[in-house]
């Protein structure tokens, strides 16, 4: 009988608890024991594994955050908590495991795979900031959560004719802001990927108000490198509006995960335990061109994300 773990570990994601879900159901029907690892690669070092039956994940499906929980571990990335870590795995007799994160997790599952572990990896982060993979799990709902943000922002906005810089999460990563910049009609976006021009931003706006625009919205990705309140002030001094930050923050990591979510983690996990049923080499799992994809776990942690140049220079042509 084959013993596989399943985690989540880093920032949890709307979407995480579907991916455990199909994990914990298409393990079962594939003949293999299921244990939940909580607290991510932390739990997974106090031997905090329960074992997982169908019923375990019953009401889960649409619940945002993570029912195995989690953690960001220091321990675990020293070569002392990583053979802590084997020890653990070997008392359970687990040898499989599916790890589900963003690129912190990611690097753990390959130093896990590097000691012998098979590890099946799902990308599970609101942040986007897997390169293996088109989308993260958690990507689409975060997104949606900024977009509803943007729409109430931009009423009161309007009414008193304001600028309003709204910060959104996104680690190293300008994703969000990329995509709800672009879906929700900011008039720019800061990320931190891209160098941006506080005089390019602010004629945009004077600009927009000769032109008869009510209100402004800027979208600032957290990594930016520039400080949102200090940004408001310069902004402000510059275009003589009034500028208000909103900091979107943990709203964006809550919330039922979108159909999109769903999807993609029932799918990634249900192609995660056919691979551990044929014994295949580990794997991280995405899409790619809308297709699931499973990628070489080592390839997988030596490629770099770049931002889509496309979007963001379009973002300026429609924001005129
Ligand atoms: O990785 C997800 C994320 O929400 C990032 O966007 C953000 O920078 C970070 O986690 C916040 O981490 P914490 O939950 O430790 O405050």
Do not use: W
Request: hydrophobic share 40%; glycine share 10%.
């Amino acid at each position: 009988m084959k013993k596989i773990g399943v985690l989540t570990s880093g920032g949890d994601a709307p979407g995480m608890n579907a991916a455990v879900r199909a994990v914990v159901r298409c393990g079962i029907e594939a003949g293999m024991e299921v244990y939940g690892i909580e607290r991510g690669y932390a739990g997974l070092l106090e031997g905090e594994i329960r074992q997982m039956e169908r019923r375990s994940v019953g009401d889960i499906l649409q619940r945002g955050g993570t029912i195995l929980k989690t953690a960001r571990s220091e321990k675990f990335t020293t070569e002392e908590g990583q053979e802590r870590a084997m020890t653990v795995l070997d008392t359970f007799g687990i040898n499989d495991l599916v790890t589900i994160g963003g690129d912190g997790t990611l690097r753990g599952a390959i130093d896990l795979a590097r000691r012998g572990v098979r590890v099946m990896h799902l990308p599970g982060t609101i942040d986007n900031d897997v390169a293996y993979t088109d989308e993260t799990i958690g990507f689409d709902t975060a997104v949606e959560t900024v977009l509803d943000a943007i729409s109430k922002i931009r009423d009161t906005s309007s009414s008193h004719q304001r600028t309003t810089i709204i910060e959104v999460m996104g680690r190293h990563c300008g994703d969000i802001a990329l995509y709800a910049g672009l879906t929700g009609g900011a008039e720019s976006i800061l990320i931190p990927e891209i160098e941006y021009d506080i005089n390019d931003i602010s004629r945009k706006i004077v600009m927009g108000r000769n032109a008869g625009k009510l209100h402004s919205i800027i979208i600032k990705a957290e990594g930016a490198n520039v400080d949102s309140q200090e940004l408001a002030k310069t902004i402000e001094a510059k275009t003589d509006r009034e500028t208000r930050v909103v900091v979107l923050s943990y709203l964006q990591r809550g919330g039922s995960p979108t159909m999109r979510d769903r999807l993609l983690a029932t799918l990634t996990a249900a192609k995660a335990i056919d691979l551990l049923a044929e014994d295949s080499e580990s794997k991280a799992i995405g899409t790619q061109d809308g297709k699931i994809v499973p990628i070489d776990l080592f390839d997988a942690g030596k490629m770099k994300r770049e931002p889509d140049m496309d979007m963001y220079n379009l973002i300026e042509v429609l924001a005129k």
